[in-house]
């Protein structure tokens, strides 16, 4: 069950399209991180503080993530695993599914897992292909964090650490890991519209509007 | 609780056994008190108006939807959701279903591979021959005409040669051709032993096709026998003769006959309106023209119209 639902969702333009999107994100954020770190305006906001503190590919791929966990992740999520269902009752495949000798709740566990996995990779994308085309601007040279101690009484002036590319690869991992599970689990509510709707779009909305 | 309403001469376990099914939708009675059984190797048809409970019935043995009263078992399993037994029937229910950005064949090898089992056991070349779907079945689905569509979801019914198959409305938007070609190839698995309920509104296809009748009317069984059984009765005479044409014309000339109409390749099939069948027999006789057969007759959709009190469909 779960390799039909592979082979059903990775022949989809639907899913081809997410990912070419992410991907061409993932590049726009690349070029205008790079844009703007050579340009003299500087940009406001902490994360464009800490950007310009660091030369790094991770840096790119860091933004990535921070630009695109707001919502493009979440409609990643929110496409991948409340449109399968809803789209197959659409389409009227889904009660031949139901009409094989396969328990429902088994059925259901297949989508999910296949959507999550799908979205997962999808997610991953933005900052792995951030970092790559960073360090390809940039180079792999370790990244400057502004959360270190204060070290004046009289001004609040913060320490620079460095952190090694390799330790902050895992910590990006992490908090890719981190921004996929929360967004899974506001679209837990898109599956729950799906099994209850044949219309696709309530379904994804019911995923991102929480 | 009424007992099954057994058709025909029923040897063996029965392949469908429905008794006291009841389903309501709100304050409408669906399905309401349905009692009939289907032996092995029979082709029974579940006739009736639309709204009649038709497809209901058939999604209760399908597990589709919970029954809110009653029993329905296949093959001696009771049906629920998932049922194991139903890797044994083939469904075509609610018109076709398919996914439409993959070809005819791949929406086969999905659809089983989806119940657990390899698609070697599938038998899609065979299925695919009987549907009569032709090299329009490496093609993507969302290509297809609504007719392309319902030969692969007889099609996909078939995969796996079934004991037991479940047609809804199994010639519904097909052309006379491909009516004709569903219908033989429904012949031809019924002569292997498949067991098939079909629904249908189409008297004349039930009529071609099914040895045995179930009518249902508001969710109601109305009877259930053989085509046969339904059809017989006192208003009208199947006649067959060996020279058509002048009996055609003989049978005008004769009082109290109300119509008549052609049974190829050698019947007349004669509503009577005073006139006894043997006064047929009689002037055909004396006219020279051999009578083979005589049997009381009316047509499915006289009998059913009768049944239901309904004036059309």
Known sequence: MIAVEFSKQLRRWRSRILLLVCLAVSILIAIGVGATANSTVQPLGESGLALLLNRSGLAVGIAALLFTSGLLIPIVFAVSLGEPLASEAKWGSLRYLLVRPVSRSRLLFAKILVGLVLAIATAIVIPLVATLVGTAYFGWHPIATISGSVSSSSFPLFELKHLAPGAVSWRLVLATLYVALGSGALVGIAILVSVATENVLAAVAAGILP | MLPPAYIGDMRGQPVVEVVSLTKRFGSVVAVDDLSFTVGPGQVVGLLGPNGAGKTTALRMLLGLIRADGGSATILGERIRPGSPVLKRVGALVEGPGFVPHVSGRRNLELYWRAGGADVTSAHIDDALALSGLGDAVERKVKTYSHGMRQRLGFAQALLGRPELLLLDEPVNGLDPQQIVEVREALLRLASAGTTILLSSHLLAEVEQTCGFVVVLDRGRLVRAGTVAEITAGSD????????????????????????????PPNGIIVHLEGA?????????????????TVMARRNLEDAFLEMTGRSGL
């Open chain 2, 276 to 292: 006894a069948r043997s006064d047929l027999v009689a002037a055909l006789v004396a006219a020279g023209i051999r009578v083979e």
């Open chain 2, 236 to 263: 009208s005479a199947y006649l067959e003769v060996d020279d058509t044409q002048r009996a055609w014309e003989l049978l005008g000339t004769v009082p109290g006959i109300r119509a008549k109409e052609a049974a």
